[in-house]
């Protein structure tokens, strides 16, 4: 059975970056469509998606040009780096892998409901404050 952790969460400051590490073990990670979501106080939100089909990566509109994710597939290991980071970027970050082989078309809780997902992460705090 998939486990995933993460980490490499922490305090940063307006501006800074942060480097979330997402290892996954008991099954290759490859096969797995991953998404990261984000946890603030009353909702969960999608912030990227990675099809396992292509590697292609789907990103919230509030992320792009931003956030990146990476995937280490020989190590196991999808990245998520978050440049640019702001304020409202604090909250609980997961990651969480779906056995399906494409992402969904938007990343709206309608369509990347996160009952989709089958595997998840312990969480790790971001805050960006100064």
């Known amino acids: 059975q998939l486990q995933l952790v993460e980490s490499g969460g922490g305090l940063v400051q307006p501006g800074g970056s942060l480097r979330l590490s997402c290892v996954a073990s008991g099954a290759t990670l490859g096969y797995y469509t991953i998404g990261w979501f984000r946890q603030i106080p009353g909702k969960r939100e999608g912030v990227s998606c990675t099809?396992?089909?292509?590697?292609?990566?789907l990103y919230a509109d509030s992320v792009k040009g931003r956030f990146t994710v990476s995937r280490d597939i020989a190590n196991n290991t999808v990245y998520l780096q978050m440049n640019g980071l702001k304020p409202e970027d604090t909250a609980i970050y997961f990651c969480?892998?779906?056995?399906?082989?494409?992402?969904?078309?938007?990343?709206?809780?309608?369509?990347?409901?996160?009952?989709?997902?089958?595997?998840w992460g312990q969480g790790a705090q971001v805050t960006v404050a100064s």
């Open positions: 099809s396992s089909a292509d590697g292609r990566t």
């Open positions: 969480a892998a779906a056995a399906v082989v494409y992402c969904p078309p938007t990343l709206t809780t309608e369509d990347n409901n996160p009952r989709g997902y089958d595997y």
